[in-house]
């Protein structure tokens, strides 16, 4: 199988950072080529070291082990998703655990473990040449269903494609269009020493 080069790459850094951080980017061109149980058992072990709060750990990834169960998790997604998410030979759901185990009090820090824990796995894939493209355009219901996961524990996160670069020219011309790493906000603008400058909104 072929395997095409991703888009060029234009990003420019504020300042110096590992290249890894440019190298990430969420691709929508995915190969269907097939990732090693073991390829991803690293990723999910990456995400398992990820900081929380209490060290809770309220992530839970269910994740395609079969066709099957990949034809499920993309149903759950919206059609303008599945456009491109078809193609992806892993499919996730991310889930956060609503309570903390050992008080039973709502975890408010439990989205954002999850996303510490997502980049790290993404972190991980991109290590290994793959890339990970995360959705929050998924059907809630469907969700639950699709993991059979208790929605009354857990909050559904966000829906995750997993895999190696394809081919661009197989997306749809819209997607196509806006197949390249996106830039960022200023440093100055997101990162601020002090406080927040008078009559900025
Ligand atoms: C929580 C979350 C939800 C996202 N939802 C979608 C989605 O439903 N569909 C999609 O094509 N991209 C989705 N994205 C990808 C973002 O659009 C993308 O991360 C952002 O434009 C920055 O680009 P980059 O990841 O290539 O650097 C999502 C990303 C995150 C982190």
């Known amino acids: 199988m072929t395997v095409k080069a991703p888009a060029r790459n234009e990003r420019v850094a504020d300042a110096p950072v590992d290249r890894l951080f440019l190298d990430r980017w969420s691709p929508r061109a995915f190969s269907p080529e097939p990732i090693a149980g073991e390829t991803l058992r690293t990723l999910f072990e990456a995400a398992r070291w990820a900081p929380s709060c209490f060290n809770e750990q309220p992530w839970v990834f269910i994740y395609s082990g079969t066709e099957e ?35 039973g009090r709502p975890n408010r820090w439990a989205a954002f ?10 972190v991980q894939a991109r290590f290994l040449g793959l ?57 100055a603008e997101v990162a601020v020493a002090g406080q927040w400058p008078e009559g900025r909104v």
Not at 71 to 98: G, S
Not at 113 to 122: E, K, P, Q, V
Request: net charge neutral; with cysteine; hydrophobic share 40%.
């Open 113 to 122: 473990d999850c996303g510490a824990a997502w980049m790290s796995l993404t």
């Open 69 to 103: 169960d990949r034809l499920r998790i993309l149903d759950v997604l919206t059609e303008r998703n599945q456009v491109w998410a078809k193609n992806a030979p892993v499919l996730a759901l991310l889930f956060a655990r609503r309570t903390f185990r050992k008080t």
């Open 131 to 187: 890339y990970t493209h995360a959705m929050a355009g998924y059907r809630r219901d469907r969700a639950y269903q699709a993991a059979g996961i208790p929605e009354e524990e857990y909050e559904v996160i966000c829906a995750i494609a997993i895999g190696r670069y394809g081919d661009p020219e197989d997306l749809p011309g819209e997607i196509r269009a806006s197949e390249f790493p996106k830039d960022r906000k200023p440093l």
